[in-house]
């Protein structure tokens, strides 16, 4: 096998980066770059699925810096160019499960949060990490309404984010990250729900309270802190016991959602 479809065209497997075993456990189908890339939550652009692709394209990501702060023995201010040259990339597939009950599986290009966190030597006192992502109402349309509370915010537990699984995505399919799925900088949580995920980060800010969220300040009943994956927990409106496999067709059965998305 000398290349890899990607429904626009190929990429030698030569020019992907290394395919990391250790954090790929999720040996399922691929999911096609088509559907990676036209499917989509990521509500500053749009809330239909397909309105992120159509109205991301022009959105300007270079010059692009990133602000860690707070809890830290040296806050820092860097670029996406620099972090992308300070740590290298390398493949990880992963089962991306969203709480609306779909799922995909993403061959990711990324590393470790925890590297890039470890550069800022934490304090002690660190007990959570909250992320911030672009508010730029100009060229990002659907900040211009409230439909959440801009900009976008996301949080973990410290230790969550210093797990080797937590990732920093920088491409998917050995391509850079598209506007569309959270360029140039998103981060990628395998255990969690999709919308932990947050996108186009410009701020890291250790803390020692619990952050609020977007989504549990726009519906806290509906969207907790942790939003781990549990088919044993049903969303207050639907089931999470199965998932729907995005690409395998409106007929084709759901499948049983895994404890911890597959990764406990």
């Given at each position: 096998?000398?290349?890899?479809?990607?429904?626009?065209?190929?990429?030698?497997?030569?020019?992907?980066?290394?395919?990391?075993?250790?954090?790929?456990?999720?040996?399922?189908?691929?999911?096609?770059?088509?559907?990676?890339?036209?499917?989509?939550?990521?509500?500053?652009?749009?809330?239909?699925?397909?309105?992120?692709?159509?109205?991301?394209?022009?959105?300007?990501?270079?010059?692009?810096?990133?602000?860690?702060?707070?809890?830290?023995?040296?806050?820092?201010?860097?670029?996406?160019?620099?972090?992308?040259?300070?740590?290298?990339?390398?493949?990880?597939?992963?089962?991306?499960?969203?709480?609306?009950?779909?799922?995909?599986?993403?061959?990711?290009?990324?590393?470790?949060?925890?590297?890039?966190?470890?550069?800022?030597?934490?304090?002690?006192?660190?007990?959570?990490?909250?992320?911030?992502?672009?508010?730029?109402?100009?060229?990002?349309?659907?900040?211009?309404?409230?439909?959440?509370?801009?900009?976008?915010?996301?949080?973990?537990?410290?230790?969550?984010?210093?797990?080797?699984?937590?990732?920093?995505?920088?491409?998917?399919?050995?391509?850079?990250?598209?506007?569309?799925?959270?360029?140039?900088?998103?981060?990628?949580?395998?255990?969690?729900?999709?919308?932990?995920?947050?996108?186009?980060?410009?701020?890291?800010?250790?803390?020692?309270?619990?952050?609020?969220?977007?989504?549990?300040?726009?519906?806290?009943?509906?969207?907790?802190?942790?939003?781990?994956?549990?088919?044993?927990?049903?969303?207050?409106?639907?089931?999470?016991?199965?998932?729907?496999?995005?690409?395998?067709?409106?007929?084709a059965p759901r499948i049983e959602t895994e404890m911890f998305n597959g990764y406990g």
């Amino acid at each position: 096998i000398k290349s890899i479809g990607l429904g626009v065209g190929s990429i030698s497997l030569s020019s992907i980066p290394f395919l990391n075993n250790a954090y790929s456990q999720n040996k399922t189908k691929l999911t096609s770059y088509e559907d990676i890339t036209t499917y989509n939550n990521y509500y500053e652009f749009g809330t239909s699925k397909s309105d992120p692709y159509r109205n991301s394209q022009e959105f300007i990501t270079k010059p692009w810096s990133v602000t860690i702060e707070g809890e830290v023995e040296n806050p820092v201010t860097i670029s996406a160019e620099e972090i992308i040259s300070l740590f290298p990339s390398e493949e990880r597939i992963y089962k991306l499960r969203c709480v609306e009950g779909w799922s995909m599986v993403i061959p990711w290009m990324g590393f470790s949060l925890s590297k890039l966190l470890n550069k800022v030597s934490i304090k002690n006192t660190a007990k959570f990490v909250e992320f911030e992502s672009v508010y730029d109402p100009e060229q990002i349309k659907g900040q211009r309404y409230p439909v959440l509370n801009w900009p976008y915010r996301e949080g973990l537990r410290i230790d969550e984010a210093m797990h080797p699984i937590t990732t920093v995505v920088t491409g998917v399919y050995g391509k850079t990250l598209p506007n569309q799925n959270g360029a140039p900088l998103r981060i990628f949580v395998p255990w969690k729900y999709g919308f932990k995920s947050a996108k186009a980060i410009v701020k890291i800010k250790l803390v020692e309270n619990m952050p609020t969220s977007s989504w549990m300040r726009s519906s806290p009943r509906e969207y907790g802190f942790y939003s781990n994956v549990n088919p044993k927990v049903s969303h207050p409106r639907w089931s999470q016991a199965t998932e729907r496999v995005i690409g395998e067709g409106i007929l084709a059965p759901r499948i049983e959602t895994e404890m911890f998305n597959g990764y406990g």
